[in-house]
Nanobody, 123 residues
């Protein structure tokens, strides 16, 4: 059974930090690119970051560039370190993968999704 389980969300003040984790099982996730997306109330799910299978290549949305860092380890866990958080970062954050091919920006190119973890940034 394929599972992606996110953790690490919570309530934080603006300027603070959180580290999200995504534990993957039931598939060889380490052989494929993975991604993080987020969805704020009343908005569509949007791309946040992606990481290549080796971890050597990463891409970020411009809104988080320089503040967020995506990484992965050899144990099928993907991380999202979020620094200098802003109220507009408030959303449910989803881990997704694997992405076999196609644009990293498109949700339809990710095979599986986690249940999401809530991140709330207060001003």
């Amino acid at each position: 059974q394929v599972q992606l389980v996110e953790s690490g969300g919570g309530l934080v003040q603006a300027g603070g930090s959180l580290r999200l984790s995504c534990a993957a099982s039931g598939h060889t996730f380490s052989s494929y690119a993975m991604g993080w997306f987020r969805q704020a109330p009343g908005k569509e799910r949007e791309f946040v970051a992606t990481i290549s299978l080796s971890g050597s290549s990463t891409v970020y949305d411009g809104s988080v560039q320089g503040r967020f860092t995506i990484s992965r380890d050899a144990k099928n866990t993907v991380y999202l370190q979020m620094n200098s958080l802003k109220p507009e970062d408030t959303a449910i954050y989803y881990c997704a993968g694997p992405r076999y091919s196609g644009s990293y920006y498109y949700t339809g190119n990710y095979a599986y999704w986690g249940q999401g973890t809530q991140v709330t940034v207060s001003s």
